[in-house]
């Protein structure tokens, strides 16, 4: 297997885990109604960029799956989103909202490390496929990482001094 082979594989599987947790930190502060929506619109450019590296991968003999099918809600699901209610806007839920966002962070500027590499080789290859994916879906990993500092950003000065 190739470094790209590589490269290709674990930016997948990275994309198809930064969805599930986008998907999951927007259940968790479902009360935070803008964090809430916000997640779940940028959780969609994960899922397809995972389709999208799937369709590539095919192309250098990779069997990528496509994206994770979401989980069915059920009795954890249900209870969590009863806590959130109940917990609203306490000083803790917003630590937890700083964890999940300095965590979704982290993830996304791993998936624009890996992008970047693979920009790199395409370049050097020549592999025009391979370019044009990532000028595709590169962009919306870089709004995906403004996005998690800005909330860091706006939320930590109040949430961090205030407990």
Same mark, same amino acid.
């Given at each position: 297997? *190739?470094?790209?082979?590589?490269?290709?594989?674990?930016?997948?599987?990275?994309?198809?885990?930064?969805?599930?947790?986008?998907?999951?930190?927007?259940?968790?502060?479902? %009360?935070?109604?803008?964090?809430?929506?916000?997640?779940?619109?940028? !959780?969609?450019?994960?899922?397809?960029?995972?389709?999208?590296?799937?369709?590539?991968?095919?192309?250098?003999?990779?069997?990528?799956?496509?994206?994770?099918?979401?989980?069915?809600? $059920?009795?954890?699901?249900?209870?969590?989103?009863? !806590? *959130?209610?109940?917990?609203?806007?306490?000083?803790?839920?917003?630590?937890?909202?700083?964890?999940? #966002?300095?965590? #979704?962070?982290? !993830?996304?500027?791993?998936?624009? #490390?890996?992008?970047?590499?693979?920009?790199? &080789?395409?370049? !050097?290859?020549?592999?025009?496929?391979?370019?044009?994916?990532? *000028? &595709?879906?590169?962009?919306?990993?870089?709004?995906?990482?403004?996005?998690?500092?800005?909330?860091?950003? %706006?939320? *930590?000065?109040?949430?961090? %001094?205030? $407990?």
């Amino acid at each position: 297997m *190739s470094g790209v082979d590589l490269t290709l594989r674990t930016l997948h599987d990275d994309e198809r885990d930064l969805e599930q947790d986008l998907l999951a930190a927007a259940e968790r502060h479902r %009360v935070e109604h803008e964090f809430h929506h916000i997640a779940t619109d940028v !959780a969609r450019w994960s899922r397809e960029h995972a389709v999208r590296l799937a369709a590539l991968g095919r192309d250098h003999g990779l069997a990528l799956s496509g994206p994770r099918e979401h989980p069915s809600p $059920g009795a954890l699901a249900a209870l969590r989103e009863k !806590a *959130s209610q109940a917990l609203g806007r306490r000083p803790g839920t917003g630590l937890l909202l700083l964890q999940d #966002l300095r965590d #979704l962070h982290l !993830a996304a500027v791993r998936n624009s #490390l890996h992008w970047e590499m693979l920009a790199q &080789a395409a370049q !050097a290859t020549r592999d025009r496929d391979l370019l044009e994916l990532v *000028s &595709a879906c590169h962009p919306q990993t870089l709004r995906q990482m403004r996005w998690t500092n800005t909330m860091i950003k %706006v939320l *930590s000065p109040q949430l961090l %001094v205030s $407990g």
